[in-house]
């Protein structure tokens, strides 16, 4: 049955929230891409193989993937402001574990704390971008999600100069960053709680929900999930163990090999950024068939490239494979409205799951057969971008 959800009408991009909680998104993605930065230390300092290294990112993957959907009902129901600043608590808290820990559980502990914070953060952060979107939905969600993106690829840049050669102590260093995080993310909060209270106040419209059957949603929610899953299985073979592939095939210092993943990390914001306006304009689902299915022919010609074509190759994929998120995560939103937390929260937890499955499994099988193989087998995952077809046409374009 369809569901009854209330909508506000047209107004202004809040151009100045929508930047606030773009550069949170930066911080926050920027300190939890240190992680996956500084696995070549780990791996080193705590003897690591590459079946642990793939467990951590699980561990941290899955503390975010799990909670995500929950958080989003229940801030769909009871929206909670300033969840974002307890949010980036749990990750700072995270953080400074990180930056001590001496054995391996306790690296763990550190993961889980900050996919903790994630999970509390990706949510409420994504319904706060609805709302300043003014109905550009798409360019709210690509602006949203490019700081992410900044920040995931500063991450491995800073560890290259910080943290490589200062130590793991080095990380605490970033604790001023989530500091600065969570006092943008209160002025986000206090925003937030006068929206809410001045949408509470005035006369709303009444939209009905989706036109389309259960089973049609369903259908359409599971063809998104694959899709997600071959871009989130990729991307992971890239964040994860990409230095290393251009390590052991290209003899690359650990630093140079952090820059080309810095190239490869900038490439996913720039596809972001232009990924929702375009699926504004020419369609949602259109962007989800080219990103997926067109990223093809770039990553089965990935694993017989030299060092220079490998990194043209990256950026190329990189820009091709982002511009899918932003439109899926719309799409689906517009698929099932009135429920923009569950959603955000299934589709940003469902991507984090993924990412770490596919961390944990690329690592065995890297540990199994070899670093290279991990890209041979992961070039044929966007095969399955030949099932946005049967995606129905659900958004209207911007002009």
Not at 87 to 95: E, R, S
Not at 128 to 157: C, E, I, K, M, T
Request: proline share 5%.
């Amino acid at each position: 049955m369809p569901l009854a959800t209330r909508v506000v009408s047209p107004e202004r991009v809040a151009v100045p929230i929508l930047a606030a909680i773009s550069v949170s998104h930066l911080l926050n993605d920027l300190i939890q891409s240190l992680l996956p930065a500084i696995y070549p230390i780990l791996k080193r300092d705590f003897n690591l193989d590459f079946g642990q290294i793939g467990f951590l990112t699980l561990t941290f993957q899955l503390t975010a993937s799990l909670l995500q959907p929950m958080i989003g009902t229940f801030t769909d129901r009871k929206p909670q402001p300033f969840s974002l600043v307890v949010g980036m608590g749990f990750t700072l808290i995270g953080l400074l574990t990180l930056s001590q820990a001496s054995s391996y559980p306790v690296l763990l502990l550190a993961a889980a704390l900050i996919g903790m914070g994630s999970s509390v953060f990706h949510p409420e952060s994504s319904r706060v971008a609805r709302l300043a979107s003014g109905g550009r939905h798409g360019l709210a969600q690509s602006v949203f999600q490019v700081g992410g993106n900044a920040g995931s690829a500063l991450g491995p840049l800073l560890a290259a100069f910080i943290v490589v050669p200062f130590g793991q102590p080095s990380i605490a260093w970033f604790s001023a960053v989530a500091l600065l995080a969570i006092m943008i993310l209160f002025a986000v909060g206090r925003w937030y709680q006068a929206k809410l209270a001045d949408l509470r106040a005035k006369p709303r419209m009444v939209e009905t929900g989706s036109v389309f059957s259960k089973r049609r949603i369903v259908i359409s929610l599971a063809i998104l999930v694959l899709l997600i899953f071959s871009k989130d299985f990729y991307v992971a073979s890239f964040t994860n163990y990409f230095t290393f592939y251009l390590i052991s095939k290209f003899h690359l210092p650990v630093q140079d090999a952090q820059v080309h993943l810095f190239i490869f990390l900038g490439s996913l914001a720039v596809g972001t950024l232009l990924g929702g306006p375009l699926g504004d304009r020419v369609g949602r689902r259109y962007v989800i068939w080219f990103s997926i299915l067109g990223v093809l022919p770039f990553t089965l010609m990935l694993p017989f490239a030299d060092l220079f074509w490998t990194t043209v190759l990256s950026m190329i994929i990189g820009v091709v494979l982002a511009s899918a998120f932003s439109s899926i995560v719309v799409y689906a939103i517009e698929l099932v409205p009135g429920r923009v937390g569950m959603i955000s929260g299934f589709f940003f937890g469902f991507s984090f799951g993924m990412a770490g499955i596919g961390a944990a499994a690329l690592g065995h099988l890297a540990d199994v057969t070899s670093i290279g193989t991990v890209y041979a087998v992961c070039s044929f995952l966007p095969a399955l971008g030949l099932l946005a077809y049967f995606l129905p046409k659900i958004e209207r374009k911007h002009t």
